[in-house]
C-alpha cells in the first residue's frame, strides 16, 4: 500500500472520528439534564417555536447548551411540533424529555378545593381569586343561566363539593359546569337508591335536606341521625326550625347572632315559621349529606341541641329537649 493511500487512509480515520466525537458530543447535549435545582413551570405560548424556546431556555441558564437538541430537532422534525400551556419542568429531565413533554401537551395541573357547607357566592371568591383560572366577562350571565335550567332556578347546592384539578388559564365556568355535573350525576343515583319511604317527592327535596343536615353538623357520624329527626318532623308535619335555614334567610342582616326576633320574622326560609323544607338548598352540600339524606337512621328522636363542642344531645320528647337545652345553651 502506498503512502499516499495510507495517509488518505488515516485522513479518512481521523475524520471519521472526529465526526463520531462531534456527534456524539452534541448526542451527549440532548440527554444533559436541565440546569434547574427544583420543580419550574415553563408556559409556551402562541407564536413559540421550538427553536425558540430552546433559545430562551438556554438564555435562562435551564439549558447549558441547545445546539445539540436543534440537531435533534432537523433530525426528527415531530420534535418541533410543540404544544401551547404550562408545564412542569423536574431536574431529572433531560433535554430531550424536555421537548417530548412540550410535544405530548401533558400540562400541569393546578387545583383548587371546593368546601362543603359553604355557598355559591363563597365559592365564587374562592375561584375568582385562585391566580391559575381565568373569568370572562360574561361569567355572571352563564351562571344565571345554568341556574335557571336546574330545579329551584339557581346553582345553590348544584355543585359537589371536591377537590378539581385544572390546566393553567381554564375558565371558572368549565370547573363549576364539572362541579354542577358532578353533583347531578351523585344525586341521582343517591335517588335511584335511596330508603324506601322518605318523604321527598323529588331528588330536589333530598338536595334541600341534605344541605340542612350539611349545615347542622360537622360530626360525620351524626349526619343520618340528624336526618332521621328531620324526617320524623316532616312526617309528623312539624316545622324543622333549624337555625341555619333562619341564618340563610336573613341574608348580609344576619351579623353572626340569632335573636328572637329573627326566629319570628318570616322569610321563605325561616324554618321556625314556615312547614316543610326552605324552596333550595341553603348549601352545598357533601356525599356523605346526601348520602345521609337518603339514607337517614330509623329514631323516634325529634330534637337536638348543641353541646358546645361540635355535636348534639338527641331527645325524642319535648320534655328531654327542653332539660337539654337548659344543661347546654342556658348556662351559657
Same mark, same amino acid.
Given at each position: 500500500m502506498g503512502k499516499f493511500v495510507k495517509s488518505l487512509l488515516f485522513l479518512f480515520i481521523l475524520v471519521g472520528l472526529l465526526v463520531a466525537w462531534v456527534m456524539a458530543y452534541f448526542n451527549q447535549q440532548v440527554y444533559d439534564p436541565l440546569n434547574i $435545582?427544583?420543580?419550574?413551570?415553563?408556559?409556551?405560548?402562541?407564536?413559540? $417555536?421550538?427553536?425558540?424556546?430552546l433559545n430562551r431556555l438556554k438564555a435562562k441558564g435551564i439549558l447549558k447548551e441547545n445546539l445539540g437538541l436543534k440537531i435533534r430537532l432537523k433530525i426528527e422534525p415531530e420534535l418541533a411540533q410543540i404544544k401551547v400551556g404550562t408545564y412542569l419542568l423536574t431536574p431529572s429531565m433531560t433535554g430531550l424529555d424536555l421537548l417530548q413533554l412540550l410535544v405530548?401537551?401533558?400540562?400541569?395541573?393546578?387545583?383548587?378545593?371546593?368546601?362543603?357547607?359553604?355557598?355559591?357566592?363563597?365559592?365564587?371568591?374562592?375561584l375568582k381569586s385562585h391566580p391559575n383560572?381565568?373569568?370572562?366577562?360574561?361569567?355572571?350571565?352563564?351562571?344565571?343561566?345554568?341556574?335557571?335550567? @336546574?330545579?329551584?332556578?339557581? @346553582?345553590?347546592?348544584w355543585l359537589l363539593p371536591d377537590t378539581y384539578h385544572f390546566v393553567d388559564q381554564t375558565d371558572i365556568f368549565e370547573v363549576i359546569l364539572r362541579a *354542577?355535573?358532578?353533583?347531578?350525576?351523585?344525586?341521582?343515583?343517591?335517588?335511584?337508591?335511596?330508603?324506601?319511604?322518605?318523604?321527598?317527592?323529588?331528588?330536589?327535596?333530598?338536595?334541600?335536606?341534605? $344541605?340542612?343536615?350539611?349545615?347542622?353538623?360537622?360530626?360525620?357520624?351524626?349526619?343520618?341521625?340528624?336526618?332521621?329527626?328531620?324526617?320524623?318532623?316532616?312526617?309528623? *308535619?312539624?316545622? @324543622?326550625?333549624?337555625?341555619?335555614?333562619?341564618?340563610?334567610?336573613?341574608?348580609?342582616?344576619?351579623?353572626?347572632?340569632?335573636?328572637?326576633?329573627?326566629?319570628?320574622?318570616?322569610t321563605p326560609y325561616n324554618t321556625y315559621v314556615i312547614k316543610g323544607l326552605p324552596p333550595t338548598p341553603i348549601a352545598m352540600p357533601s356525599k356523605l349529606a346526601i348520602d345521609a339524606a337518603f339514607h337517614p337512621i330509623a329514631t323516634e328522636e325529634l330534637y337536638f341541641v348543641s353541646k358546645g363542642d361540635g355535636s348534639h344531645k338527641f331527645s325524642a320528647t319535648l320534655?328531654?329537649?327542653?332539660?337539654?337545652?337548659?344543661?347546654?345553651?342556658?348556662?351559657?
Open positions: $435545582s427544583s420543580d419550574t413551570v415553563f408556559r409556551v405560548d402562541n407564536g413559540h $417555536s421550538a427553536k425558540g424556546i405530548s401537551g401533558k400540562e400541569k395541573q393546578f387545583s383548587v378545593s371546593l368546601v362543603e357547607g359553604l355557598r355559591l357566592r363563597d365559592w365564587l371568591l374562592t383560572l381565568t373569568s370572562n366577562a360574561n361569567l355572571q350571565g352563564s351562571l344565571r343561566t345554568l341556574g335557571e335550567s @336546574l330545579p329551584g332556578g339557581s @346553582l345553590e347546592g *354542577n355535573e358532578s353533583m347531578v350525576s351523585y344525586l341521582q343515583s343517591a335517588w335511584e337508591n335511596r330508603a324506601i319511604d322518605l318523604p321527598y317527592d323529588t331528588p330536589y327535596q333530598g338536595l334541600i335536606m341534605a $344541605s340542612i343536615i350539611e349545615k347542622e353538623t360537622g360530626v360525620a357520624e351524626e349526619r343520618p341521625r340528624i336526618a332521621g329527626v328531620f324526617v320524623n318532623r316532616l312526617r309528623l *308535619n312539624m316545622r @324543622l326550625q333549624t337555625d341555619p335555614t333562619v341564618i340563610y334567610g336573613m341574608g348580609d342582616n344576619f351579623d353572626g347572632n340569632i335573636r328572637r326576633k329573627d326566629l319570628r320574622t318570616p320534655q328531654e329537649h327542653n332539660t337539654a337545652v337548659r344543661k347546654y345553651q342556658l348556662k351559657k
